[in-house]
């Protein structure tokens, strides 16, 4: 019943998208979208930073510079993980996503930790989990 007024809305969202990244070509190359109820539309996730990055942007995530507890860094990685589930991001955005919304010293920390490391080519290539260990031993 639900699946019409869901199939309306990713089908804007999908136009918009492509109108935005200078795609209007008519529909002729737009990705296909699920029609068969299911629910899984993992053939159709995003493969361009850009586009996870807006999508992450909308829920509105939290920032982080600093934790006076780790409890406080635990809830932060809580929050964004939240996130990450309900937008089904693949865990090649996630390491990239994440460090966007660190500011302050946690931006200081992490963007020495990423040069030492190789900058951009490193965290590309890092691992969620991997992210979230070095971010629990800062």
């Known amino acids: 019943a639900d699946l019409l007024p869901s199939l309306t809305a990713r089908i804007t969202d999908e136009i918009r998208q ?16 699920n029609t068969e ?35 406080e860094a635990e809830h932060w990685i809580a929050h964004i993980e939240k996130i990450f589930e309900v937008l ?29 490391k190789g900058g951009d080519a490193y965290v590309a290539t890092l691992p969620w989990n991997d992210f979230r260990d070095i971010f629990f031993l800062q």
């Open 37 to 71: 109820g299911s629910g899984n539309d993992r053939d159709a996730q995003p493969t361009d930073i850009h586009v996870w990055l807006e999508r992450f942007q909308k829920q509105k995530p939290q920032t982080f510079s600093s934790a006076s507890t780790p409890v």
């Open 88 to 116: 089904g991001c693949g865990d090649q955005f996630k390491a990239r996503l994440a460090t966007y919304k660190l500011e302050g010293d946690a931006h200081s920390l992490w963007r020495a930790y990423k040069q030492a």
């Open 18 to 33: 492509n109108e935005n990244n200078g795609n209007n070509d008519n529909g002729r190359n737009a990705r296909r979208v």
